[in-house]
């Protein structure tokens, strides 16, 4: 599945693998750099490995590929590796079984296989381009110290730790997920102090939500991010929107809506399901890529709509690359539509 720049939307019935394949994405770009697949993490919380497994089969093998499109930043840092390359694409693959702890990851520069390696059958070792034994055990996920050789290597697998280097830290900070069920972050107790906050990030269930729209409603710098967020709102006939402490370390955000203020968590489905997208989008870094699971939560044909245009304006003036899953066919003539069925 190839996605473009700016605002994708894949439409399918439920259970159609809408989810599945985004948090397939997620589960990997949250585990980049780690020694094992992050299950609950930041981003997604799955709890169990054997979660994500078909029939729950510890046997079976699970694949994520993910091809990236070569832009200026992954280039820059090539090029203090040594590799030119100003466009084109890197391929990584992450396999794994369960059940015998077998891993196998392959390495694309374009279409020339750099790399495969993991551990089979308890052995460490790179499979192409030759047979080299490796002195860690590769469970690293998208990091160069995986492919730790036990002897100087081939110049093809300098190349490979080069890219995956270079692949890792051009993604750092430009990647968000937003869950289904954000709808739910208000029942948060919301104690976790600023300082713990990420920069950029309303987290995968939104639990960051109010706590971001209280360090915008009260750093300066923030004032037209703010003015952009409660532009967007009114389409959902939201007046104004607010945040503060009712006591201390306990945050609650409040809105207002026909004249008369409450508390956000009786606000409907829509607000809930809209807020934190709004707040993400704000908060981005250009050039990000946004994954949005269920943005149709709580909306009509008409309110998806007139989100996905605010959506596709973000998208375009920010340069960001939306992904997100609907069950309703969007009506915007700017997106990208994939669909699926349940076969």
């Known amino acids: 599945m190839e996605f473009s720049e700016g605002l994708n939307v894949i439409v399918g019935p439920p259970s159609s693998g809408k989810s599945s394949m985004l948090e397939a994405i997620t589960l990997i770009m949250q585990s980049r750099g780690e020694d094992a697949l992050i299950i609950e993490g930041r981003l997604l919380m799955i709890h169990d490995v054997v979660d994500v497994l078909r029939n729950l ?106 890219v995956l280097f270079s692949l890792r830290q051009g993604l750092r900070d430009r990647f968000f997920f937003i869950g289904e069920n954000r709808l739910a972050w208000w029942k948060r107790t919301f104690e976790t102090t600023v300082d713990l906050l990420p920069d950029y990030s309303v987290g995968g269930d939104a639990q960051y939500t109010v706590h971001q729209l209280s360090r915008m409603l009260t750093v300066p710098s923030y004032r037209e991010q703010v003015k952009e967020i409660l532009s967007e709102m009114q389409s959902l006939n939201v007046e104004d929107v607010t945040a503060g402490f009712i006591a201390p370390n306990r945050l609650m955000g409040f809105i207002k809506a026909k004249g008369s203020w409450g508390v956000l968590y009786n606000a409907g489905l829509g607000v809930r399901s809209i807020l934190p997208l709004i707040v993400q989008l704000v908060l981005a870094p250009r050039g990000s890529t946004i994954i949005i699971d269920g943005v149709d939560i709580g909306l009509n044909e008409e309110s998806l709509e007139n989100v996905l245009s605010a959506v596709g304006k973000y998208a375009k003036s920010k340069d960001l690359q939306i992904i997100a899953s609907s069950r309703l066919r969007p009506r915007v003539n700017d997106a990208k539509v994939i669909e699926l069925n349940n076969q």
């Open 57 to 162: 089969d510890t046997s079976s093998r699970v694949t994520v590929s993910l091809r990236f499109s070569i832009d200026d930043q992954i280039s820059s840092f090539l090029k203090d590796t040594g590799i030119n390359a100003n466009s084109g694409s890197i391929t990584y693959s992450y396999s794994f079984i369960h059940s015998s702890g077998n891993v196998e990851q392959e390495v694309w520069l374009n279409d020339n296989l750099l790399v495969t390696f993991g551990r089979i059958n308890d052995k460490n070792m790179i499979l192409k381009p030759e047979i080299i034994d490796l002195c860690i055990t590769p469970y690293h996920i998208m990091h160069e110290d995986a492919l730790e050789t036990c002897s100087d290597p081939p110049d093809s697998v300098k190349v490979a730790k080069a």
